[in-house]
């Protein structure tokens, strides 16, 4: 997201970029509709990591606190990238398939709306 300064000569250090994340790059990942968490995840990882990877090791260590997580049925999972529509490639690298430092990864999931349907 994009900041506009209050003055118009304000420089500023980028800090949160990809040369200094030591070869990783920050992907963000939200689950929609699911409140108990109230914003994307951050997980720094390789650009060379597959797909398939990032889903079943990498998201599970904090989706899966959610009570639903378990009732996912990935094959009718929708997925947003950067605010498009997306399909996913299991075994293709995410750099390959445009996921970029910094992107956002929404996924949504049919039938389950959050927990007890709060997301509704």
């Known amino acids: ?3 506009k300064a209050i003055t118009p000569d304000y420089k500023g250090e980028v800090l949160d970029k990809f040369e200094n994340f030591h070869g990783n790059q920050v ?8 409140l108990m968490f109230c914003a994307p995840f951050a997980y720094p990882v390789p650009p060379e990591m597959d797909f398939e990877t990032l889903r079943t090791q990498v998201m599970p260590e904090t ?3 959610h009570p639903e997580f378990a009732e996912i049925n990935w ?3 929708t997925w947003l990238l950067d605010g ?6 299991a075994n ?5 398939q445009g996921v970029a430092h910094k992107s956002v ?6 039938g389950l709306n959050g927990y007890k349907g709060a997301g509704v």
């Open 1 to 3: 997201m994009a900041v």
């Open 27 to 34: 992907v963000y990942v939200g689950w929609d509709r699911h």
């Open 63 to 65: 989706f899966s606190l």
């Open 75 to 77: 094959d009718e999972v």
């Open 84 to 89: 498009e529509a997306f399909t996913p490639q």
């Open 92 to 96: 293709v690298s995410l750099k390959d």
């Open 105 to 110: 990864l929404r996924f949504q999931t049919p």
